[in-house]
């Protein structure tokens, strides 16, 4: 084939960058299977529009369009869709919206989708990931107008989309699943119905026929399977046969059933449409022992209403014919979460291997690395190879669980008729898996299973007749074009591992930030796959950075940071220079950037095939909000100077000349190191994410004895690292904020010159003596060998000089080893030990606080925690939580708060009594971070801290560090 060339946004990545016009193939057989005619309409949005339009050039696919919202264009300043740089503007449909906020939005959205596509010539409809992709009835109006979707047919989406059909099609299969009730509905049915002649009389009474309802409803099938299609029925004609109260009810009564069984077990509740995270929420269980077990699941289950609302609210199912099925599971505590990519055609199906994506929070993931068998049996060899048989068993019991998974996986696909893209997920509860759900659309993660495979497509007349598919959008083309002609593929490894990185628009606790500008964005690294809509796309005439607001209209994903390698830990630390190395500015700006710096570092210093559960990153944050309490203790300032004034003393005393020169000449090493310290201590103090990375990344550079810090490692090494760490490592064109200053490089540059020659010179047989070594070497007056008194003299001077000051290095160590930071660690067989403290819901509360500082606001006022969407009450058919002259209880929800598609209850810090609302209107409000919502006057007046005392506190725990790494004795 030709060379192919992008002419479209600045990524160069081979890995995803390629020529894909299989009509330019020397192969008759090849070139049957070219898509150059398909004629898509994106009604997707975020990375996965770009990607997709991107892989439709390389397919040579010249025409296709993109919807286009509102809020995508012109209600919010700077945030106009980044896509729009590079496609014509006659190929942009406008929609008020993508999806529509109610049911009728919703089927009006459907039907204005099918008259742009049969306007604009389009041949197929892509949906990316949103929740159009899992839409059944979506995709039947689409097949019903004669257009093709990119993606599983109406029937899959029906047996494998649905949660409650898919949890069905899985017990059908023998595919494992977790414990629960997924038919809540048609028990409702069946209660008031509770026979053929019933379901009969309600479908006549409705108007609701047809002769498959009828043969159904006739007695030829059981009965739950009539009641089945009843409701299919009802749904199609958009009829309830219930309430969303009877749900509720329903719902409550299996819940406390649940919950008597299994008591200590918490309950999920799932709508069956959700997805992302969304349409989600956890019971509490009830305590194991309780004397009346019945009864306290009771008054637990009385909660569940409540949590129905929020369900249904967030997936837009709460209007009149809507599907509002929710499945009541027991909750997997100690649970991982795995997925096996799928790809089939109808005929076969094949699986591309798994990913972990346990690492996530809110539900919503946040880091995803791919688990392959070939990868998991070199990791065993090595593990193996280094003497560690217990490593070696728990990745074997690993890959045995993968393999099932794929197996499972692959079966479900087939027995649903799988005929594009799909994810098998799976929660994983140590040795064992259970099936959760199916996403019958591609995976915001696609990317990591598609760089580690790629699809080897055979003639069956010639297996050396071949094309390789090395992205799963193309797939899914050639899918949607070519369908069961395409024979089973033959899956090809293409690197060892995969990882992506998140990158979201939240604050230091990870919740969503709204309203931010980037103003700059550094270049991608080589290894970096930057799925970012194309907001890095800079202005063509200028080659400036366009500035870009992050609206709150949208989930807060920003962009999509992929990289791959040889091996897993290869993978992690390319991501971990990826991450160093990107430079976001900007105006009100909050990434989850630092978090990710921080997490990927934890795991390479103790584990890449460390196994987390779900429930890890909660803890991980509360331990960080802790550093950050510890170091919010600590005044550098005065730490420094009285580091400063004692050794200046000592020397003194140890010259026996108290107002000598030699304490002089110290002062003035102070002065002068001053920047170079104290620049990357501040930065670090001022964001304990970064503690977090510098913590992990020397773990094995000290050790704490008897409360004093022991270097293995030379402090004036760990400084140049720490510069390297904080990416302020010299750099040409760096602003001097962000660098190091050109004096404190020249210092740093003379202190590890000094030292080299100095191992070099006293070292035998060619190596230099360890640090240790040479600093007790150091510690003597004696001259050793070789040198004169004179010299060594100097020698030690010169040493002193360049060590004073780095205890504030010492003193990080300590902060850490005083929040207890590395209690947080992973077993020898791979799994996390999460202290029993960092599970504490109220620490954790704080430490979110801690971790993102609420808004100031006076005693007598409630204002926005964040920018969003506000609303009065939990669902449009539900009272307001509080109005004029309402007492509330700490605790007791005041608000909802909608931020980037997440509806987030906002609870009352105190308790008092609201005087006066002051926003007008109670549903979908834009209010703005700090905005006063509620005049209230509290029941206990708010006494703050004397400024004094809290001072005098601070400079207390300041001097006992001081005590602490400060060594009056030794060098």
Known sequence: MDGFVSKRGYDRNPMVVRDRRLGRSSSAWVRSFAAEDVRPLIVGRGPIRKEAMDVFAQMGIERYGILLSEKDSIVYTHALAPELRCIHPAHVHRVKDYTGATKDERVKRMHEIVAIAREGGYTHVFAGYGFMAEDEEFVRTLEEAGLVFIGPRSSVQRAAGLKDEAKRTALATAVSVTPGIDDATRRIVLRKWPDHAALRAAAAERGLGGPSLAARLAGEVPLAEAADALLAAAYARRVDLYTTDELCAELERGAAELLARHPGRRIRLKAIGGGGGKGQRLLAGIAPGAAEPEAAARARAAEVPALAREVLAEVKAAGVGDNKNILLELNIEE??????????????????????????????????????????????????????????????????????????????????????????????????????????????????????????????????????????????????????????????????????????????????????????????????????????????????????????????????????????????????????????????????????????????????????????????LTQVGLLSVELGGLDFDAMWAELGARHARRLAALSGAPDGADGAALRKVFALKDTLVRRPVERICAEPHLLSAWLSRNMGAFEVRSGRVRWLKNPVEVLADTYWLLNMAPQPHAPAAHAIWDHDQELLARALGFYRRLGERMGQAGSAPSWPVLREVLSQDTAPPGHDGELWRRVRGSHLGFQAGLELLDALVLAGEAARFFELHVREDGTVALPERLLDSELSARMRKVLAPPPAMRANEIVAVTGGMFYAQEAPDRPAFVTKGSHFDAGDPLYVLEVMKMFNKVLAPFSGTIEEVLIDGGEGTIVQKGQPLFRVRPDEAHVEEDAGDRKRRRREQTMRYVDAVFDPQGF
């Open 335 to 620: 649970t991982r979460h795995n997925e096996i990519q799928l790809i089939g055609n109808g005929a076969w199906c094949v699986a591309l291997g798994g990913r972990d994506c346990s690492l996530q929070m809110h539900e919503q993931k946040l880091l995803e690395v791919a688990i392959t068998q070939e990868g998991l049996r070199e990791a065993i060899e090595r593990a193996r190879a280094a003497g560690d048989p217990r490593g070696a068993a728990s990745l074997e019991r690993e890959l045995a669980s993968l393999a099932r998974m794929e197996d499972e996986a692959e079966r479900f696909g087939r027995a649903a008729g799988l005929n594009s893209a799909s994810t098998f997920e799976c929660i994983v509860e140590g040795d064992h898996h259970y099936f959760m759900e199916v996403n019958t659309r591609i995976q915001v993660e696609h990317r990591v299973s598609e760089l580690c495979y790629a699809l080897r497509f055979e003639s069956p007349d010639d297996p050396a007749d071949a094309f390789e598919v090395t992205s799963l959008i193309e797939c899914m083309v050639l899918l949607a074009r070519h369908g069961e002609r395409l024979p089973r593929p033959i899956r090809a490894r293409r690197e060892g591992s995969a990882v992506e990185a998140r990158l979201n628009a939240t604050n230091g606790a990870l919740e969503p930030h709204a309203g931010g500008v980037i103003v700059s964005w550094s270049d991608p690294h080589p290894h970096e796959i930057r799925d970012d809509q194309g907001i890095c796309a800079k202005n063509p005439d200028t080659g400036v950075f366009m500035h870009y607001r992050l609206a709150g209209a949208y989930d807060s994903n920003i962009a999509l940071l992929v990289t791959y390698g040889g091996s897993r830990e290869e993978a992690y630390l390319r991501l971990c220079e990826i991450l160093r190395t990107t430079t976001l500015r900007g105006s009100d700006l909050h990434t989850n950037l630092l978090f990710h710096y921080g997490l990927v570092h934890w795991f390479l210093a103790r584990s890449v095939w460390a196994r987390p559960t779900t429930r890890f990153v909660v803890p991980y």
